[in-house]
């Protein structure tokens, strides 16, 4: 999936985990892990380890990082309170999920069975960026985004002109991000069927 897609994955989660721990911080840790691996992995694997591997799923792509994350995770969390690291952990897991990383054993349980797969890819970065630019979906994505975060302006701009405290604030926020959540699953829905109703007859 490209970049779009995990963001708003992420975000969609980050909003669902809201709903149970009422905390919007989460929301930002699981939409950053959720787009991390890429931000990591596609410069390092085509860049850095473009002449030997040219691969853009290797080490934040693998599942030992999702422990490493969660581990120092559960440290932060007993000394200094912070779920964090957790949620990024959550974030990592989901887009390794997305991109079904089990379908590449060896580059998702490294190092238990061997070196990463190689790989050969011609203008990686030049083809990626095309490829954002003409998806539908990613377009979809894109404009989701915009309009979540219009909204989430709205809000806190509202909040923070509030002269006297709302005894009702929780409650208002909770159905707020609740209407957020449903838009951004519409959209999901949407792509997926563009995805695979309307994609395959389409070359980008």
């Known amino acids: 999936m490209l970049f779009m897609g995990h963001l708003v994955i992420g975000l969609i989660i980050g909003f669902i985990l809201y709903e149970f721990f009422h905390d919007r911080t989460i929301i930002v840790f699981v939409a950053i892990g959720s787009v991390l691996p890429d931000i990591i992995d596609k410069p390092l694997g ?8 040219d691969n853009g799923k290797i080490f934040f792509h693998s599942f030992i990082i ?7 995770g559960l440290i932060v969390w007993r000394l200094y309170k912070s779920h964090s690291f957790i949620f990024v952990a959550v974030g990592v897991f989901l887009h390794q ?3 079904m990383m089990w379908t590449q054993p ?24 095309i490829a ?3 998806s539908v979906t990613e377009w979809i994505f894109f404009v989701a985004l915009l309009a979540i975060a219009f909204l989430m302006y709205i809000n806190t701009k509202q ?16 159905r707020f991000y609740s ?7 519409f959209v999901l829905a949407l ?9 395959p007859f389409f070359s980008y």
């Not at 085509?46 to 591997?53: A, D, K, M, R």
């Not at 999702?66 to 120092?72: D, E, K, Q, Y």
């Not at 792509?191 to 994609?199: A, G, H, K, N, P």
């Open 66 to 72: 999702v422990l490493m994350f969660f581990i120092a």
């Open 159 to 174: 909040q923070k002109q509030m002269v006297e405290p709302d005894p009702h604030l929780l409650e208002k926020t909770s």
């Open 46 to 53: 085509h860049i850095i380890f473009g002449s030997t591997l």
């Open 97 to 99: 999920i997305v991109d």
């Open 179 to 185: 209407s957020i959540l449903a838009i951004a699953l």
């Open 132 to 134: 954002e630019l003409t």
């Open 191 to 199: 792509s997926l069927m563009i995805i695979y109703l309307w994609d």
């Open 106 to 129: 060896v580059n998702w349980y490294y190092p238990f069975f061997g070196q990463y797969q190689a790989e050969a890819h011609a203008d990686y970065f030049l083809n990626a960026i």
